[in-house]
């Protein structure tokens, strides 16, 4: 791809991603300089914006023009879609309808549990859920995941928890702003499991033995295995109970996060965490 193609899609992709842009005339302007496949990227862009406005019928004129697999990622064929007030759920054809009612049950709960803990929010459009009976979705990723653009989460029918909404609604506070990754997959798993089993079972997994730079390793961008979860939650959740706020936490880059983590708290960070947890009963 030329320099100057580049240069156009990246001006196009920044524009789109603004919700108060004008879809249709950025399209206009960027289509016609572009190729092929350059242009079916537009178009997908252009879609996803009107999608993440809620606006369905535009966003599915669009993906027509990029066609598989990302027109059925947005609109899958054979899907069933239930209401209610903040979620739309989108259950795929192998789903049987009384593990798609559980399902939406317990979402529907969890959102009301959530909305308690990260403040009630202003939903642009209600979160997406698409609904599946694999461990994959129709692009082949695992599944679960949030698109904070779109707001919409990809998801197990089997998997009910808080941690993919609590990303969602993160997603809706804090707009385009860029959220700390630790901090963003500590306070979903916090808020999703921390309690006294999960504590303990985090704890034993790897709280007794991490190191300083084992820890320093997984704040800094390492691979997101389960460690990464476990460290993460339980970290971020001590931070919490002692009283930090999620906007305090989620602002703070990486860099200032390990130092204010490691070098004031140093090695004895989970030892910390683990004081604090058994006076607190865990
Ligand atoms: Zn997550």
């Not at 300089?33 to 914006?49: F, T, Y």
């Not at 903040?86 to 549990?113: E, G, L």
Request: positive net charge; charged residues 25%.
């Amino acid at each position: 791809m030329e320099q100057k193609e580049i240069h156009i899609l990246n001006t196009a992709r920044k524009m789109l991603k603004e919700r108060d842009a004008n879809v249709q005339f950025i399209l206009e302007a960027y289509e016609s300089s572009l190729d092929g496949p350059s242009r079916r990227l537009i178009h997908l862009w252009a879609g996803r914006s009107y999608y993440s406005r809620g606006d369905y019928y535009l966003a599915r004129r669009e993906m027509i023009h990029v066609g598989a697999p990302w027109l059925g990622h947005f609109f899958p064929s054979g899907e069933r879609v239930i209401e209610n007030d903040f979620f739309r759920f989108h259950i795929m054809p192998m789903v049987k309808s009384k593990k798609a009612q559980r399902f939406i049950i317990a979402y529907t709960k969890n959102y009301n549990r959530m909305k308690a803990l990260v403040g009630t929010l202003k939903l642009i459009k209600k979160i997406d859920v698409y609904v599946f009976s694999d461990s994959r979705d129709m692009l082949g990723n695992d599944l679960c995941y949030t698109d904070a653009e779109t707001l919409s989460i990809y998801t197990n029918y089997e998997i009910k928890g808080a941690h993919e909404i609590i990303h969602s609604m993160l997603a809706v506070r804090y707009g385009d702003q860029k959220l700390n990754d630790f901090v963003n997959e500590g306070v979903a798993t916090w808020y999703d499991t921390g309690n006294m089993s999960w504590f303990i079972f985090a704890h034993n997994k790897c709280g007794c033995s991490i190191t300083a730079q084992e820890i320093e390793k997984k704040i800094v961008g390492a691979k997101k295995d389960r460690e990464y979860y476990y460290i993460a939650g339980l970290t971020i959740g001590y931070l919490l109970c002692l009283g930090c706020t999620i906007d305090e936490l989620i602002h703070i880059p990486d860099v200032e996060l390990r130092s204010c983590l490691l070098l004031r708290m140093g090695r004895t960070l989970f030892k910390d965490i683990e004081s604090y947890y058994s006076r607190k009963g865990f």
